[in-house]
């Protein structure tokens, strides 16, 4: 009998039979599936054709059908609806993975063929769109070494493994200095705790087998601890040890693990030929040099650093007035604030709630896109993973566009957080394919179901990745909808949340749960002025971890990465009661794997250009400017990885981002 996941798929749109597909299919579809992307690769690599355009960059394209069916319909129910089955199989596939996608980024003879269309595409003929796939084919092999000879070749093997191997125990040290440390909180101790931290300090009591509630160092629970906690002795306890995991000494501290692997980071730059690790990882990014990184975010530290210093006088004052003496320090911050807050914004979650019910809000996302991007959405009847998943049809003008899936409650099996991923993506090689779209987020279950604003905010974050893959419209699959660099790929996504900002759509689709009536004016207002609290605050902590991770990475990489750390905050004036976000002992973005090292920038960089994008829609005369809309498809939502990011933004916009729509965002300049 035919493995259901590698026979052809007949349902609806072609969407992955899950109703005919059991987990132990999984193992030897994916076994057939790595052969046959084996034997095609060979094929490519072994023919005696002089290599060209089709027969070498082409053929890798159209390679690998299968994979991409099991591993689409594997990763789809491993991360939404997982069970002991299928981790037990993630565990065995994701090393076998990497090493199927090391061999071939390490085939010889394909990469020669692959440098010999390279050397010749002046005299190719080729179109703008196979011009870019044959450089982001040949960049990434070079990247990862393939034009490496030698003993060259041999440290970089060693380099990755010993990076590789780092990596990972960074990890395990910090989840170890997590795991192991919680405070006791005695009955009086959680005096001033709102229900909901006093509750989860009894839940993680319980998992600790401890006598009573506890404040563990997970970040759901010690930020709101330290936000409302009135005993400021428990208070710089807790601080004190969350900032301290990973640099508390002995087999888990990580501070000599950062300086090797920074140094490991420089020596792989340079065999490479690059200056430096920053200049390596910033090749492939819109911002391309560390320079470009450092003057923008030079450019929001300031006047954040301003508004931050102001903030913190308020501060002491509130601390003094309560009758504490001597600065302002970091424990003290969060619990201030959420005073000023409280008395500033009195915006009361439990009211807001029952106006933001989850289906009005998917009604409120599409019909934006419905306004924008002419976009209908019908109910579709397929069998998915789950029940609680909902699909649609997306179609324009009476055609088909794409499929687009909805999961989007919590629940045991799945992990945590919010995702878009593209189960099919949009191509026209080798012949034409329609995406299916799925977003995955964790909202609770309710009759309605109800949504915080923040819920509400990452299910239009998570639909604006969405509308990034289903609008896609090239050629290739690998530059298609989000293959994009990484300081892009977040701008259709934070830029689509500003739909939900705008009071017509609000007015409109948050509608009371019984009553039906519309959210009031003043709720609506301070919604809105409630997204802009304590942004000196944030910002400031948020900026000064890019500018560490940006200096760890330019130049000969630090002895000593703590001196380091302290030179360059020195160097910004860091206010004194301001700890960074994720200080380096514990900074996993960057020292857990490969993926923000020297980009942690890039969440800064992607709001810089939504704001400035959502701007020029201000400007145009409104949140719904046809001609707006009509350029953001043409230039950005349709194109993928197609052109230059900076290119595609300038189309757009007619110039490159400017700071000043996210300082006026963040309430850090006068409107
Ligand atoms: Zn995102």
Same mark, same amino acid.
């Given at each position: 009998m035919t493995n259901p996941i590698l026979a052809d798929w007949t349902t609806p749109f072609a969407v992955a039979p899950f109703d005919t597909i059991?987990?132990?299919?999984f193992a030897p579809a994916l076994e057939r599936a790595l052969a046959t992307h084996n034997a095609e690769i060979d094929r490519i690599a072994s023919t005696?054709?002089?290599?060209?355009f089709a027969n070498t960059v082409e053929a890798m394209e159209a390679a690998g059908a299968d994979l991409d069916k099991v591993l689409s319909v594997f990763f789809t129910v491993a991360g939404a609806d997982s069970n002991p089955a299928r981790e037990a199989l993630q565990r065995d596939f994701s090393p076998r993975l990497a090493a199927h996608f090391a061999e071939i980024s390490g085939n010889k003879p394909l990469f020669r063929r692959i440098a010999a269309v390279w050397q010749a595409r002046d005299s190719l003929d080729l179109s703008d769109e196979q011009q870019r796939v044959l450089m982001l084919t040949h960049r990434s092999f070079v990247r990862a070494g393939a034009a490496l000879e030698g003993d060259a070749e041999l440290r970089m093997k060693e380099i990755k493994g010993r990076l590789a191997t780092l990596g990972t125990g960074f990890t395990q040290n910090l989840l170890a200095d997590e795991r192991g440390w919680f405070m006791d909180l005695s009955e009086e101790e959680?005096?001033?705790?709102?229900d909901f931290v006093v509750e989860a300090a009894r839940a993680a009591g319980a998992e600790k087998e401890a006598a009573g509630p506890v404040v563990t160092l997970s970040r759901s629970l010690i930020v709101p601890f330290l936000q409302f906690s009135p005993r400021r002795d428990l208070r710089e306890k807790a601080y004190r040890a969350w900032t301290a995991r990973g640099a508390n000494?002995?087999?888990?501290?990580n501070r000599d693990i950062a300086a090797e692997i920074l140094t490991l980071r420089e020596e792989r730059a340079r065999l490479l030929g690059y200056d430096s690790f920053a200049a390596y990882k910033l090749e492939?990014?819109?911002?391309?040099?560390p320079e470009r990184v450092r003057e923008l975010l030079m450019q929001v530290w300031t006047p954040a650093k301003a508004q931050a210093d102001a903030d913190a006088e308020k501060l002491t004052a509130m601390m003094q007035a309560d009758g504490v003496n001597g600065p302002l320090e970091a424990w003290d911050w969060r619990y201030y604030a959420e005073k000023r807050r409280k008395a500033e914004h009195d915006l009361d979650e439990a009211e807001l709630k029952?106006?933001?019910?989850l289906d009005r809000m998917i009604e409120a996302a599409f019909t934006c896109a419905n306004r924008l991007f002419g976009l209908e959405f019908a109910p579709l009847d397929v069998a998915l993973y789950h029940p609680d998943c909902r699909a649609w049809e997306v179609m324009r003008d009476g055609a088909h566009v794409a499929v687009f899936i909805g999961d989007y409650f919590a629940r045991g099996s799945k992990r945590s957080g919010a995702w878009c991923s593209a189960m099919r993506s949009q191509a026209k090689f080798p012949e034409t394919q329609t995406p299916v779209v799925i977003n995955v987020c964790n909202f609770a279950k309710g009759d309605p179901a109800l949504l915080s604003y923040d819920d509400a905010r990452t299910l239009f974050h998570e639909f604006g990745h969405a509308l990034h893959q289903m609008l896609s419209d090239v050629? /290739?699959? *690998?530059?298609?909808?989000?293959?994009?660099a990484r300081d892009f790929v977040e701008l259709p996504s934070q830029l689509y949340e500003h739909w939900l900002e705008v009071p017509e759509v609000l007015e409109e689709f948050?509608?009371?749960?019984?009553?039906?009536?519309?959210?009031?004016h003043d709720m609506l207002d301070k919604v809105l002025a409630a997204a802009n609290f304590d942004m000196g605050f944030q910002t400031v902590e948020y900026v000064a971890s890019a500018l560490v991770d940006l200096a760890f990475h330019e130049g000969a990489a630090p002895a000593d990465p703590m001196a380091r750390q302290a030179e360059v905050l020195a160097g910004i004036g860091m206010p004194a009661a301001i700890g960074m976000r994720h200080a380096t002992p514990h900074f996993a973005h960057v020292f857990?794997?490969?993926? /923000?090292? *020297?980009?942690?920038?890039s969440y800064m960089w992607s709001e810089v250009m939504d704001a400035d994008a959502f701007a020029a829609f201000e400007e145009a005369?409104?949140?719904?400017?046809p001609e707006r809309a009509k350029a953001l498809e043409a230039h950005?939502?349709?194109?993928?990885?197609?052109?230059?990011p900076e290119e595609l933004y300038t189309a757009f916009r007619g110039r490159l981002p400017g700071v000043e729509a996210l300082l006026k965002g963040r309430g850090l300049v006068a409107a």
């Open positions: 059991s987990d132990d299919d005696a054709e002089p290599p060209d959680l005096e001033g705790l709102p000494g002995g087999d888990t501290d492939t990014e819109m911002a391309r040099t029952p106006y933001l019910q050629t /290739y699959e *690998s530059i298609s909808g989000t293959s994009v948050a509608t009371h749960a019984e009553t039906g009536a519309a959210m009031p857990a794997g490969d993926g /923000y090292s *020297s980009g942690y920038y005369g409104g949140a719904f400017d950005i939502l349709s194109t993928g990885g197609s052109k230059e």
